[in-house]
């Protein structure tokens, strides 16, 4: 997913409706959001959608406490295959941490940057 800064623009611009969703977390709370392109992305992988998150910053699943081995990430990169041209037109402005490689549209891996180095899931991991 692709969290952009106005998710109205980017539905204007690819002409896909905004499609609500919401979900009550473990401890009572509800959180929800509105998305764009969900069903393209499920159709084509290498297509992330968009998500506007209208939850609390608190809230935000994101910020749930986790207990890992491993550090606390620093950063995320996903790894595709697809057309490049294609995802990045897709992608329009919006900044993402995206590498697209020539191939069958996949998500072909994902790199979770760490003060300790980097933690590599290939596809097989993800699924």
């Given at each position: 997913?692709v ?11 690819l ?6 969703g ?6 009572g ?8 392109g ?10 992330p959608?968009?998500i506007?998150w209208q939850t609390?910053?608190?809230d935000?699943p ?9 550090p ?6 996903l ?14 402005d919006?900044?993402?941490?995206i590498?697209?490689?020539?191939g ?22 993800l699924?």
């Amino acid at each position: 997913a692709v969290a952009p800064a106005d998710v109205e623009a980017v539905a204007a611009r690819l002409r896909l409706p905004l499609v609500g969703g919401s979900r009550r977390r473990p401890d009572g709370r509800v959180v929800t959001w509105r998305t764009v392109g969900l069903g393209i992305a499920l159709e084509d992988p290498s297509r992330p959608f968009f998500i506007d998150w209208q939850t609390a910053a608190a809230d935000h699943p994101g910020r749930s406490p986790a207990n890992h081995r491993s550090p606390s990430p620093t950063g995320l990169r996903l790894e595709l295959s697809g057309d490049e041209r294609a995802v990045r037109s897709w992608l329009g402005d919006e900044e993402a941490a995206i590498v697209v490689r020539p191939g069958a549209p996949a998500i072909t891996g994902l790199v979770i940057e760490t003060v300790t180095g980097a933690v590599v899931l290939e596809a097989a991991d993800l699924r």
